[in-house]
């Protein structure tokens, strides 16, 4: 897990969420939409605002 600014995730980050295109401008563009929408924060939305970037590993899959 990795808490960084928005405009500093990665584009690595971006590809394995797997959303639209997988582009980093993809990402940027509908995160950037839905925070603005539904942020609490009365600051709104901001290029620095801090992400949380986590990283899932399967380890095994079940065979049921």
């Given at each position: 897990?990795?808490?960084?600014?928005?405009?500093?995730?990665?584009?690595?980050?971006?590809?394995?969420?797997?959303?639209?295109?997988?582009?980093?401008?993809?990402?940027?563009?509908?995160?950037?939409?839905?925070?603005?929408?539904?942020?609490?924060?009365?600051?709104?939305?901001?290029?620095?605002?801090?992400?949380?970037?986590?990283?899932?590993?399967l380890l095994r899959v079940s065979?049921?």
């Amino acid at each position: 897990v990795d808490i960084i600014p928005f405009d500093d995730v990665p584009e690595s980050h971006a590809f394995a969420e797997g959303e639209g295109d997988r582009s980093l401008a993809y990402w940027r563009e509908a995160h950037e939409c839905y925070w603005r929408e539904h942020s609490e924060n009365p600051t709104g939305f901001k290029p620095d605002i801090p992400v949380v970037c986590e990283q899932l590993r399967l380890l095994r899959v079940s065979a049921h």
